[in-house]
């Protein structure tokens, strides 16, 4: 049978292989190769690890990462699937599918050391376009300060002493160069003498103005399991998120085109424009991305109950968010 | 060119309420509304569910005026939407009609006995803590909208089909 994969010399560019069961990673210049024993996928490299850079940000996050519309990960909670074409109508029904189980951990170590050596000084796959350099050319050294950004995850609320601190010049989190014109105020707290520990409050738009990485949401404020995961957007999320359970959005500032597309099949299913004070709920069998025109401010609300695992594995969660 | 860029907010007098364009499927599938929209539609101090999830809500309200006071079991957040809201506090003195296990915010029939706390003041996207056992009242000089972030009560609102999108538009 003829070799169709494609010759990549790391003697020339000074990348490395990495190896995930029968699954081989491999990269160019360009692009990225995915060898697995039906064939070989291919992707471009800066599409690549922008997506590979949410999966491990997210920990395989909740469901399925899809890349693009065939290769991805899906999360079973302890452990996680590797696929080519699971997802995708007509790999599946041709059986060309493939997919193998790791252990978490596993898949996750290998993911970082292909993360970190494919990532080359000057490159940031959390930043928009416009903030970084690119992905492209042979091994040049790395960038994993950027790469090793942890998300910033409140106990109670940011910013209540002992908790997370809030963004600011001096901590390291300059205002963004869209969000200039965001109020920096913070509020005027007048407390009682002896209260003053006891009543808090911070200035969420401006924490948001000042994030440095855009598709990638942290906790600001947990109720029991309901936290409060806002985050900056800017050009597209670089995955379409699987979801394995309903997901609110709360559209603070500007507008995100949100692309819908069934999440088994990834046929088209809607497109929702949410601007500034829209709410909706992505329903739990279907994949989204969203493009952001300008970087906005969104907020993502998650319900980190253990019921909802349960529910996802018997099969029981409910489809959508709300029937009415 | 160098471009400067304008952050687009809206208020309760000022929304532009985004859709859905439909493929397949039922857009209530979406469970579509707007924050801004249900505040300039309800009652004063309403606590209209926009998001709920297992028993965890979102909740939008027009802030009009002083409200009653409030008091929860658990942590309670508010954020202010578009213009200033206060939120005073009150250490109860007496705290022992509080069911550890009930969820979602009490209404109390009057101003209860206790300490005064202080106030906070919010400007548009500030976010105040609402501690647990702790009353609060809120006050707004002009109609402004507010979200919580709590757990379904007696006060939760649920009117889904007066504030969703249930045809494409
Ligand atoms: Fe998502």
């Known amino acids: 049978m003829t070799n169709l994969n494609a010759m990549v010399d790391n003697k020339k560019t000074g990348y490395q292989d990495f190896t995930a069961g029968s699954f081989t990673f491999r990269r160019d210049e360009y692009f990225a190769y995915v060898d697995y024993p039906g064939g070989e996928y291919v992707m471009p490299i800066d599409d690549f690890l922008k997506a590979l850079m949410r999966d491990i940000a997210w920990g395989f996050f909740y469901g399925t990462v899809n890349f693009d519309s065939v290769l991805g990960t899906t999360n079973h909670y302890g452990n996680v699937d590797l696929f080519i074409g699971s997802e995708n109508e007509e790999y599946v029904n041709n059986g060309k599918d493939y997919k193998e189980n790791f252990p978490s951990d596993e898949l996750m170590e290998i993911f970082q050391a292909m993360q970190s050596d494919w990532t080359i000084e000057g490159f940031d796959p959390f930043a928009a376009p416009q903030e970084t350099g690119t992905a492209w050319g042979p091994k040049n050294g790395n960038n994993d300060e950027a790469i090793s950004r942890k998300r910033q995850v409140a106990k109670r609320m940011i910013g209540i002493p002992g908790d997370t601190e809030v963004r600011s010049d001096d901590t390291g989190y300059p205002v963004n160069r869209h969000f200039k014109d965001v109020d920096q105020s913070q509020p005027v707290v007048e407390a009682e003498p002896g209260f003053e520990d006891q009543i808090h409050g911070f200035n969420l738009w401006a924490h948001l103005s000042r994030s440095d990485v855009t598709w990638n949401p942290s906790v600001v404020s947990v109720c029991k399991q309901s936290l409060l995961c806002p985050t900056s957007e800017e050009y597209i999320l670089p995955v379409e998120h699987g979801n394995d359970r309903v997901e609110w959005f709360v559209q603070v500032s500007d507008e995100i085109i949100w692309d819908i597309k069934d999440g088994k099949s990834s046929k088209p299913r809607a497109s929702l424009v949410m601007r500034a004070g829209d709410v909706a709920c992505m329903p739990a069998d279907i994949r989204h991305q969203g493009f952001s025109p300008k970087r906005s401010m969104l907020i993502v609300w998650e319900n980190g109950s253990p019921e909802i695992l349960d529910m996802i594995k018997q099969g029981n969660q409910p489809r959508v968010g709300v029937e009415f | ?169």
Not at chain 2, 5 to 18: L, Q
Not at chain 2, 21 to 41: C, H, L, P, R
Not at chain 2, 94 to 114: H, M, Q, R, V
Not at chain 2, 143 to 160: C, F, H, M, N, R
């Open chain 2, 1 to 169: 060119m160098s471009v400067e860029y304008k952050t687009t907010y809206a208020s309760i007098d000022n929304y532009n309420k985004g859709g859905v364009q439909m493929v397949s499927g039922n857009i209530k599938d979406y469970v579509f509304s707007n924050v801004y929209e249900v505040a300039a539609t309800s009652p004063a101090y309403e606590r209209v569910v926009v998001a709920i999830n297992l028993v965890y809500t979102l909740e939008a309200a027009r802030a009009e005026g002083q409200s009653d006071w409030y008091v929860c079991a658990h942590d309670e957040f508010v954020i202010a939407f578009d213009y200033d809201v206060e939120v005073h506090y009150i250490k109860l003195d007496d705290t022992s009609f509080i069911d550890d296990d009930k969820d979602g915010a009490i209404k109390l029939n009057e101003k209860p006995a206790g300490q005064y706390m202080g106030k906070i003041t919010l400007k548009r996207g500030h976010q105040a803590l609402l501690p647990e056992k702790t009353a609060y009242s809120i006050k707004a000089e002009k109609p402004a909208t507010i979200v919580y972030q709590t757990v379904l009560g007696d006060e939760s609102v649920q009117k889904w089909n007066e504030i969703c999108l249930t045809e494409e538009q």
